[in-house]
């Protein structure tokens, strides 16, 4: 089994800064592409950002020069730097990511979201 769980989302004034985090747990050999998404009621959802194992980094053009992604291998973690919070940037995030396990053909997971709420 494995499992996603994010962190650190919450309620920021607009312009303030959030940290989100999401751990992966599980019998797993190694995690590829890891991603955060986000999704406001009524709106589809959307990539945010990716990373690969190695470290390349890919934005939307919305958050590009605001939001930082980066990952810790040994931990098995994905972190999403937000700064200069804007409004739109109000929406529930979700942790993705493409898993190997032993005895498994690679598999995409995901988390059940944390809230981010930016108030002005």
């Known amino acids: 089994q494995v499992q996603l769980v994010e962190s650190g989302g919450g309620l920021v004034q607009a312009g303030g800064s959030l940290r989100l985090s999401c751990v992966v747990s599980?019998?797993?050999?190694?995690?590829?592409?890891m991603a955060w998404y986000r999704q406001a009621p009524g709106k589809q959802r959307e990539l945010v950002a990716t990373?690969?194992?190695?470290?390349?980094?890919n934005y939307a053009d919305s958050v590009k020069v605001r939001f930082t992604i980066s990952r810790d291998n040994a931990k098995n973690t994905v972190f999403l730097q937000m700064d200069s919070l804007k409004l739109e940037d109000t929406a529930r995030y979700y942790c993705?990511?493409?898993?190997?396990?032993?005895?498994?053909?690679?598999?995409?997971?995901w988390g059940q979201g944390t809230q981010v709420t930016v108030s002005s």
């Open positions: 599980g019998t797993i050999i190694s995690i590829d592409d």
């Open positions: 993705n990511a493409l898993v190997k396990r032993v005895l498994f053909r690679s598999a995409t997971y």
């Open positions: 990373i690969t194992r190695s470290g390349s980094t």
